[in-house]
């Protein structure tokens, strides 16, 4: 990989004088040009004085907070810089700032690598959204998003319990496109991006040893919202956008973000939620071992007309006892 912070001018603002040190060191190791405020209204000065490409800032300061600063660097003239938020003991906000328009959010105490790794996947997706608008590649997305796919592919491998997840939900997806009639291309393209906006939630709040404590679940919806804004930005067709958007809700209305229900749901999102689930089913979590292809379409049967929409779930269904191997 190459090194995506090398030469980026980055503001890390923080009223700890030390936090603010300590990450400036580790991203200058990678070859970041940094610059720290002592707070808000040193970060927001700073801002409107120069570029930077990245803006790495705590929440809860004196002065101006993190949220002020996320507003002014929104205003920036393009390409604005991204914002990372760092938050400490409020549960809210990092949710809150995502829908706000952060790029992303890292929890503290700082853990530096995790930061590094989420500084950067949200630089790689500035200069992606950066070279579409340059060249004017407009609704001529799919080039884009497959180079997006590969930045997605490449930070699953840093996580152990979702490396292929991305590459999996498209084989998946592909199995069941035909007696769908979907567009099998499209499908495969849109499965591999689907799970963008998960790049802006740490690793550490993406697992725990059982079901996810309520403020993580309240992060974790947030990601679809935040997908579908990004692949947006970088000229994806509506109904891509829209099956990013969806491909957490449920048949029977119980999913999220928006609670929509059976032929509500987009096409594309009801195929790309449920291959998704296959594909999270065939992998393990830290509570459970992978699942083999006998017990996934027990659980697909099981889920079929309330998490599944039937016509799903039987395309599924017939595709995995087809070639067992599908979820291998």
Not at 115 to 123: C, K
Request: aromatic content about 4%.
């Amino acid at each position: 990989m190459t090194a995506p912070l090398a030469a980026k001018r980055v503001l890390v603002i923080d009223d700890e004088r030390a936090v603010a040190a300590s990450v400036a060191r580790r991203l200058e190791i990678a070859g970041a040009l940094c610059s720290t405020a002592e707070n808000g209204t040193e970060g927001l000065a700073k801002l409107g004085a120069e570029p930077f490409d990245l803006v790495i800032t705590d929440l809860a300061m004196p002065g101006k907070t993190g949220y002020e600063i996320l507003d002014a660097a929104q205003l920036l003239p393009d390409p604005p810089a991204v914002v990372l938020m760092a938050t400490g003991g409020d549960n809210q906000g990092p949710a809150t700032a995502l829908v706000r328009g952060a790029d992303g959010y890292v929890k503290k105490p700082l853990d530096l690598e995790e930061l590094f790794v989420e500084a950067t996947a949200v630089v790689e997706l500035r200069e992606l959204r950066h070279a579409v608008a340059a060249t004017g590649a407009g609704r001529a997305a799919g080039p884009v998003l497959a180079v997006l796919g590969e930045i997605v592919s490449a930070y699953e491998k840093a996580d152990p319990y979702r490396v292929g997840f991305s590459a999996r939900t498209g084989r998946i997806a592909v199995a069941i496109a035909a007696p769908l009639a979907l567009d099998a291309e499209k499908l495969a393209l849109v499965a591999r991006v689907h799970d963008v906006g998960m790049l802006a939630v740490p690793i550490s709040e993406q697992h725990s040893g059982g079901p996810l404590a309520r403020p993580a679940q309240h992060l974790i919806r947030v990601h679809p919202t935040l997908g579908a804004r990004w692949i947006e930005r970088l000229g994806a067709e509506r109904a891509m956008v829209a099956a990013v958007a969806a491909h957490h809700e449920r048949h029977d209305g119980n999913g999220y973000p928006g609670k929509i229900a059976g032929a509500e749901i987009p096409a594309l999102a009801r195929a790309l939620g449920l291959a998704a689930a296959v594909a999270a089913m065939c992998a393990p979590r830290p509570w459970r071992g992978r699942r083999e292809a006998d017990d996934v379409v027990a659980e697909l049967e099981k889920g079929r007309g309330s998490q599944f929409g039937p016509a799903e779930t039987d395309a599924a269904v017939d595709a995995i006892r087809a070639n067992a191997l599908l979820v291998a």
